[in-house]
């Protein structure tokens, strides 16, 4: 039943004629036409799958192949197709939809799911799609190095990584092949392809230890494929494509049309590789649910929304840890490299993929997936300014001088429950800027950032601006609030680790706070209880907290920038900082009660320092 809905789903795409979807680009829209179809469609009728129809529908390009390959499905033409009737709003939506690409600035094929995060839905189709199919194994004969020239061509040895087993618990893809690191790749290079001498020069000296033997089916066609293809440009210049890029939506509440921050993103956005990931997750529970599998609809129903089997861990909110649990950095290279053998194998259409020798595309891999998993699975989801509705910076930011030392931990007291959801997430975020922009009369939100009990750190002024939450040190370093009270309790693990590791360790790696920054609670730099007893007790026993007095404070070696601010006059709006403001104002917000937080400018800043221009970056 599911991989006929599935394919009647994807079907749609060759009897609908080109357009927007009438329904707003909503995750629950998608599953609004899985459920019609499942009501619709006997089992009896399920002969193709999803996969079929996906490549049905764009019959080029290296993703189709895999598709077709590791599937086992061929192009279908548009005469065979019997689809069972959706309501006109359902086909628009499934064309929209279906196939995810970049171009001009905007992204197509996503939509906005309940959790805030933005979604690609080709690669969760495809990942369904393998789970279903019970998450096919390839064996490649690594003895042959001629590429096979059709598209339909199968390799003997295929084998079910999955049995049908309930998924109770789901070590799944960490089995799935052996490792590779980059310290696997040495100094010689035997396989190295005669006829691209630039390419061959690019990188170092390399040898391969331990070729791949073997392809992944469900991590092929949801991220090692994409992966691999889109860092195949790195090579020449030992450089990475810009991974994780974010969006705007033109509203929430009935979403059409996507903008990405960056116009010249690759094809790794955060939606696709949300979309990926949600596919991998998905796709290893249901190769490891027996039959009678639970509908798709129920499914998604579920997994965007509460939680799967009522674990509430188990949803998209906590996708990048439930995916860095399923598989490691090294089994993950190992199938990036495999999937781009595989490739090169069948119809090529990359030239520079042509050719690569086995140990350049050993280091394709490590690149890509050092990256992947430093900076999407290792860092926090960040919801940006857009997606919670903020309203315009009232006045000119004041750049900060980075990198910082500091980092203060708040809590916001007021809300003082803890927001467990991106709807009351994104209300308390709203309700706080108008608080501190009407009331305190500050140009922003205080914060440099929020975070959630949903999952989901928002941003606030971010990284680049000096922000208005600890007296007399905002352009020292970052602050970081966790909605709720925590005088008596704490936050939720996940909001403390966020706070503890990931977050820190990501503005560290992307060369925005110190590697020996010092954490601090707010009490400890103005007269006030914040971060509350509970929290602040526990500060105490992390790593790079710092116990000091205002006099050490401020004898601290810092940064030449600190303490120093940009002339008013030259500095420049926050291009990053768009209005796109949807949805109901939220409650009203009584504001964060001690500490007596000043606008940006102190009197320690100095009035002729020259204002930065913000850098660009890779982080998501």
């Known amino acids: 039943m599911a991989q006929g809905v599935l394919w009647i789903l994807l079907g749609l795409l060759l009897w609908s004629d080109p357009g927007t979807a009438s329904l707003p680009l909503l995750m629950d829209s998608v599953i609004q036409a899985l459920a019609e179809l499942e ?40 005469a065979e197709l019997d689809p069972y009737p959706l309501s ?70 295929v084998v079910a ?41 690019s990188l170092p000296d390399a040898k391969a230890k331990s070729p791949p033997t073997m392809v992944d089916s469900l991590l092929a066609v949801t991220l090692a494929g994409n992966l691999g293809l889109t860092f195949l440009q790195g090579p020449q210049t030992q450089s990475h494509p810009d991974l994780g890029t974010e969006g705007c939506w033109d509203q929430l509440s009935a979403p059409q049309t996507f903008t990405l921050l960056d116009p ?46 009522r674990d509430p861990g188990f949803r998209s909110n906590f996708r990048r840890q439930n995916g860095a649990a399923l598989t490691s950095a090294s089994i993950l290279a190992q199938q990036v490299w495999g999937t781009l053998v595989l490739l090169q194998r069948l119809e090529p259409v990359h030239s520079q993929l042509q050719c690569m020798s086995q140990e350049q595309l050993a280091q394709v891999a490590a690149n890509a997936t050092k990256e992947f998993t430093e900076a999407f699975l290792g860092c926090p989801a960040i919801h940006p300014r857009c997606r919670w509705g903020a309203a315009p910076y009232q006045g000119r930011p004041t750049p900060l001088q980075l990198p910082l030392g500091f980092l203060y931990v708040h809590h916001t007291y007021v809300p003082a429950p803890p927001c467990t959801d991106f709807a009351r997430c994104a209300a308390n975020m709203r309700s706080m800027q108008r608080y501190h922009q009407d009331t305190r009369g500050w140009g922003d939100i205080g914060y440099s950032f929020v975070v959630g009990s949903d999952g989901y750190v928002y941003e606030g002024r971010g990284w680049h601006w000096v922000g208005a939450h600890t007296l007399g040190h ?59 007893d509970a929290l602040f007790h526990l500060l105490r026993t992390w790593p790079h907290f710092t116990a000091v007095s205002l006099r050490s404070l401020s004898t601290r070696s810092l940064p030449p920038a600190c303490n120093r601010c940009a002339r008013t006059a030259s500095a420049r709006p926050p291009a990053s900082l768009p209005h796109v403001f949807s949805g109901n104002p939220g409650p009203a917000f009584a504001g964060h009660s001690a500490g007596n937080i000043p606008d940006p400018a102190t009197s320690a800043c100095v009035a002729s320092a020259q204002p930065q221009t913000q850098p660009s970056l890779s982080f998501p």
Not at 273 to 302: F, K, M, W
Not at 482 to 496: F, K, R, S
Request: glycine share 10%; aromatic share 4%.
């Open 161 to 201: 990584i999955a049995p049908d087993v309930k998924a109770t618990s789901s070590p799944g893809l960490r089995d799935a092949s052996p490792d590779v690191t980059t310290a696997d790749i040495g100094p010689n290079s035997p396989d190295a392809t005669t006829g691209c001498p630039d390419v061959q020069a």
């Open 264 to 309: 010249k993103s690759s094809l790794l956005t955060m939606a696709f590789l949300n979309g990926a990931l949600d596919g991998v997750i998905l796709g290893d529970y249901l190769s490891r649910t027996p039959e009678p599998r639970p509908s798709l609809s129920h499914l998604l129903s579920q997994y965007y929304g509460a939680g799967v089997a």
């Open 88 to 157: 006109p709003e359902l086909q628009g939506l499934t064309k929209a939809v279906a196939q995810h690409d970049v171009g001009e600035g905007r992204e197509y094929g996503v939509v906005l799911a309940p959790d805030g995060s933005t979604v690609a839905v080709e690669p969760l189709l495809a990942g369904l799609e393998a789970g279903l199919q019970g998450r096919k194994v390839i064996n490649l004969p690594l003895d042959s190095m001629a590429a096979s020239r059709e598209a339909g061509v199968t390799f003997p040895d």
């Open 39 to 78: 009501q619709k469609v006997p089992a009896a009728n399920a002969s193709h799958t999803a996969s079929a129809w996906l490549l049905s529908a764009s019959n080029s390009g290296p993703h189709n192949r895999l598709y077709h390959f590791l599937l086992g499905v061929q192009s279908l033409d548009a």
């Open 474 to 532: 905002n352009s020292r370093g970052f602050g970081v609030a966790i909605v709720g009270n925590y005088t008596a309790a704490l936050p939720t693990e996940a909001a403390l680790r966020t706070v503890r590791d990931t977050l820190p360790s990501c503005a560290v790696r992307a060369g925005l706070l110190r590697p020996d920054y010092a954490l601090l609670g707010h009490r400890q730099l103005v007269r006030t209880d914040c971060p509350g």
